[in-house]
């Protein structure tokens, strides 16, 4: 715990055998109370490495429900477990679980109900590997997502994401997108009730090993963001009702 807050760090895992134990071994578990694991129906021993390593709360989806609903099973868990504040974690050991104090120590004491690890911030994604094409579309679809949304994040697609669980409960996660564009979705219903998003500088590395979507999936990614930031300025003018609000 911190600040007598219930922490509990979320896993949502596809083919994540050969770096989870790297992941979770950099867990700093003098404050992270659960750990909880979502395996997406993985064709590798994701599962039982989550056993070998202790983890106890485990899940497996039969079939494969994609990166959003991965994550929803994620949520909640987390809220079933009684989390007052819920990390979500790649275990592809992208990004580093040292900086979980930090992100939860923002939230922690009433500073930030939300922050994300920002790989933008500084130099840490083109120094980490970041492909070029990634980053120029990082970089395109934020700048687009800014005006259209009205913020000032670095980034909107880092998978490194800490959430106070009552934002958790005052969003409707659960009629979000399934596949990749979730993530979006969820900060467009994040800014669209009035919480704000703290971002800090977080190193991140790729590698053969760590997950990640080809140019395609990227293209059809960045029409959906696209897609959801219109619907989010839509909705403010009271155009287009959002379902998803």
Request: glycine share 8%; with cysteine; net charge positive.
């Amino acid at each position: 715990m911190l600040n007598n807050k219930k922490i509990v760090v979320v896993l949502p895992a596809y083919n994540a055998a050969l770096t989870l134990e790297k992941t979770f071994r950099e867990i700093p578990f003098d404050i992270v109370d659960e750990v909880v694991l979502v395996d997406d129906a993985s064709k590798d021993d994701t599962l039982a490495v989550g056993r070998q390593l202790g983890i106890q709360h485990l899940i497996r989806h039969d079939k494969n429900k994609g990166y959003g609903g991965n994550q929803k099973s994620c949520y909640n868990k987390a809220l079933e477990l009684g989390a007052d504040i819920v990390v979500m974690l790649h275990p592809d050991y992208q990004y580093t679980p040292k900086l979980i104090v930090a992100m939860c120590s923002i939230i922690a004491n009433d500073v930030y109900p939300v922050v994300f690890g920002s790989r933008i911030l500084g130099k840490g994604a083109l120094k980490g590997g970041m492909p070029m094409y990634k980053y120029i579309f990082n970089r395109f679809l934020t700048l687009t997502q800014n005006i259209l949304i009205g913020q000032k994040l670095s980034e909107y697609h880092t998978g490194y994401r800490t959430f106070s669980a009552d934002v958790l409960r005052n969003i409707n996660y659960m009629a979000d997108n399934d596949d990749f564009v979730f993530d979006n979705e969820m900060v467009s219903q994040i800014f669209m009730k009035g919480y704000d998003i703290a971002e800090i500088t977080c190193p991140t590395k790729y590698f053969d090993e760590a997950s990640s979507i080809n140019f395609k999936r990227s293209a059809i990614y960045g029409l959906g963001v696209l897609r959801v930031s219109l619907q989010h300025r839509l909705h403010m003018w009271g155009i287009v009702k959002g379902k998803i609000y």
